[in-house]
Nanobody, 123 residues
Framework: QVQLVESGGGLVQAGGSLRLSCAASGGTFSTSGMGWFRQPPGKEREFLARISWSGAFTNYAESVKGRFTISRDNAKNTVYLQMTNLKPEDTAVYYC????????????????WGQGTQVTVSS
């Protein structure tokens, strides 16, 4: 139901930072759990982070814990992924996703997906 559009991707050097945004429209964003996933070249889509509808609960994949931060601003219908200390292995297409009710680490249970935004980290 929720329509999502990612932005903020681009080219960054290793060690740099980047902030991704995901703008939502339609549906019920304020009561939807949100997640960020990524898909590196030739790899499967992997879970990165999730946040509850209230923002009170967050959860991260071990690979990005301490480097990435998920947040949301329900007044702006937007979820963010702040990425720091980026590494070449972070290169991937990044996707945001929405799920009514509780969040999940499993991509196949999310209801809506954005088109993705490319993040490339150079060595």
């Amino acid at each position: 139901q929720v329509q999502l559009v990612e932005s903020g991707g681009g080219l960054v050097q290793a060690g740099g930072s980047l902030r991704l945004s995901c703008a939502a429209s339609g549906g019920t964003f304020s009561t939807s759990g949100m997640g960020w996933f990524r898909q590196p070249p030739g790899k499967e889509r992997e879970f990165l982070a999730r946040i509850s509808w209230s923002g009170a609960f967050t959860n991260y994949a071990e690979s990005v814990k301490g480097r990435f931060t998920i947040s949301r601003d329900n007044a702006k219908n937007t979820v963010y992924l702040q990425m720091t200390n980026l590494k070449p292995e972070d290169t991937a297409v990044y996707y945001c996703a929405a799920k009514e009710g509780a969040t999940s680490v499993y991509a196949n249970v999310y209801d809506s997906w954005g088109q993705g935004t490319q993040v490339t980290v150079s060595s």
